[in-house]
């Protein structure tokens, strides 16, 4: 079955103790990004990977970084999380050229204390 | 940061009646999808239109891209509970997405 898949789904951690949040498709997909979700805000791009070592900041990419050293996986690193950073995050695929369909993951729900 | 309105940001109905729901930015987007979201799962997408005036349909959901490519809107025809939902519309820009602040939709019964 086609997916996004994340882990984990929902965690609370406190501030400063640094976490990480896996993403991993399996469409063989070089487009995949990180989005976080806010009440009123909507979706906002933290940052994006066109294909393996290439990745770009998206609209809100502070305090947090990302890597993509193979093509299925882009984990979202948060080196010292603050409560700002509370939030439900979502990673998403899309299979290049087309950018008709994003896939997107089931989300994580962050919390910092 | 390109952003993307959506109106209205609640909207609750009977089943059977119609709705439409606007999403609209000063800027223009090479494409622009809409999604549903449901509590506890990610966006799915439902459309995609890319060209200016361009009209597409799914069942009972119609989708327009307006003419400048700077707006949409989703019209849904005898709405059922089943509709409920987060309805969110997205614009590409390069490499970039955008996402509206999406229309929470009850369809009662």
């Known amino acids: 079955e086609a997916q996004v898949t994340q882990n984990p789904r929902y965690l609370i951690t406190v501030t400063g103790k640094k976490l990480t949040v896996t993403c991993s498709q399996n469409?063989?997909?070089?487009?995949m990004s990180w989005y976080r979700q806010d009440p009123g805000l909507g979706l906002r791009q933290i940052y994006y990977s066109m294909n393996v070592e290439v990745t770009d900041k998206g609209d809100v990419p502070e305090g947090y970084k990302v890597s993509r050293k193979e093509k299925r996986n882009f984990p979202l690193i948060l080196e010292s999380p603050s409560p700002n950073q509370t939030s439900l995050y979502f990673c998403?695929?899309?299979?290049?050229?087309?950018?008709?369909?994003?896939?997107f993951g089931p989300g994580t729900r962050l919390t910092v204390l | 940061t390109q952003l993307l309105e959506q109106s209205p940001q609640f909207l609750s109905i009977q089943e059977g009646e119609n709705l439409t729901v606007y999403c609209n930015s000063s800027s223009v987007f090479s494409s622009l999808q809409w999604y549903r979201q449901e509590p506890g799962e990610g966006p799915v997408l439902l459309v995609t239109v890319v060209t200016g005036g361009e009209v597409k349909k799914l069942k009972r959901l119609t989708f327009q891209f307006g003419d400048a490519r700077k707006d949409s809107s989703l019209h849904i025809t005898a709405a059922q509970p089943g509709d409920t939902g987060l309805y969110l519309c997205a614009g590409g820009s390069g490499n970039q997405f955008y996402f509206g602040t999406g229309t929470s939709l009850t369809v009662i019964p």
């Open positions: 469409m063989n997909h070089e487009y």
């Open positions: 998403a695929s899309i299979g290049l050229p087309s950018t008709d369909t994003q896939y």
